[in-house]
């Protein structure tokens, strides 16, 4: 019997616009390689009036799964056969799996940030204060994974009052968590018992590196740790405070890696290779 050949790769990918500059593909193919999997991860730009077409391009290409970025993380919803419970609550996908003809949307943001809790902070977020800074995509997805993983508080402090006190609403709705709202005002204060502050906004995106957010840095105590979201570069100044204070700290970096190694295990079944995911990004960003 002749050995069996297959040309044939299976395919996943990224849609956005604009893509260009979405790193993904690089952590997703350096995992591909570790594993020896015949697995090619396509970084697609999509204008929002072409996604329907562009999810039918998906189910015809039998992509095993695809991750959405902006715009498309809240207008994919309406393409999707089935979408995951917390994903629905947050009215957000940012990762679509397929089981057998069905696509099903995933939020796998908060999930990689609580992942980065547990394995980087060895932080277990139950029965935490919690302080988000910020109530955008990122803060809904971090704020609905923490209230689902049994967080008691959950502060939210936003600039704009309506998105903040929308995303309240939700907590208490919708979960267990005991939610509030704080009005930015600058410079905010950490209240007392504060486990675990969040920078979840953009604040601090390249190329505006050195911003970082109007807080009163003296109320980051030494029990406390500290995250940002911020991925690009992730030592950010927010961070740099902190670790000044004597916080523990996490960075955008670990979420962003954890994230999509949650992807790729939805995907492929394969425990993903975490380490060389990191290491293939901390390369791409010149760490
Ligand atoms: P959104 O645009 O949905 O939300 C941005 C948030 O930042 C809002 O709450 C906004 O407040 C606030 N904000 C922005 N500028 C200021 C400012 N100058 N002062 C006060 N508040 C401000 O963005 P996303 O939530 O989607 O993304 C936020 C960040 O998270 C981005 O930098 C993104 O790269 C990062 N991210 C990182 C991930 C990771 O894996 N590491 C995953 C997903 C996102 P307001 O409502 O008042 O406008």
Redesign the pocket.
């Known amino acids: 019997m002749s050995p069996q050949v297959s040309y044939k790769a299976e395919l996943v990918g990224v849609l956005g616009h604009p893509v260009a500059e979405n790193p993904t593909i690089v952590m997703q193919e350096a995992a591909f390689q570790a594993l020896n999997l015949d697995w090619r991860y396509l970084t697609i730009e999509v204008l929002p009036d072409d996604l329907a077409a562009a999810i039918q391009g998906v189910r015809a290409f039998n992509m095993q799964g695809i991750n959405l970025t902006i715009p498309h993380k809240v207008a994919v919803l309406e393409h999707l056969d089935e979408v995951a419970s917390d994903a629905r609550l947050m009215g957000a996908v940012n990762t679509v799996r397929r089981e057998g003809d069905k696509l099903i949307g995933e939020n796998t943001?908060g999930k990689?940030f609580i992942q980065s809790l547990h394995l980087d902070a060895e932080t277990d977020p139950a029965g935490k204060h919690v302080v988000i800074?910020?109530?955008?995509?990122?803060?809904r997805?971090i704020g609905i994974e923490l209230a689902l993983a049994g967080t008691e508080i959950i502060t939210i402090v936003?600039?704009?009052e309506s998105?903040?006190k929308a995303l309240v609403n939700l907590l208490n709705q919708e979960t267990n968590a005991k939610a509030n709202f704080v009005s930015?005002k600058n410079p905010y204060l950490l209240p007392s018992g504060t486990d675990i502050l969040v920078n979840?906004?953009?604040?601090g995106?390249y190329p505006d590196i050195t911003a970082k957010?109007?807080i009163d840095y003296e109320s980051i105590g030494p029990e406390m740790i500290v995250c940002d979201?911020?991925?690009n570069p992730p030592r950010t100044p927010f961070l740099q405070e902190a670790e000044a204070r004597g916080a523990k700290t996490l960075d955008?970096?670990g979420?962003?890696v954890y994230?999509g190694a949650i992807g790729f295990e939805m995907w492929t079944g394969y425990k993903a290779p975490v380490e060389v995911m990191h290491n293939s990004l901390s390369a791409t960003f010149n760490l």
């Open positions: 943001d990689g800074l910020g109530a955008g995509g990122a803060a997805a936003n600039r704009t998105r903040g930015w979840a906004t953009s604040i995106l957010p109007k979201v911020i991925p955008g970096l979420m962003l994230q």
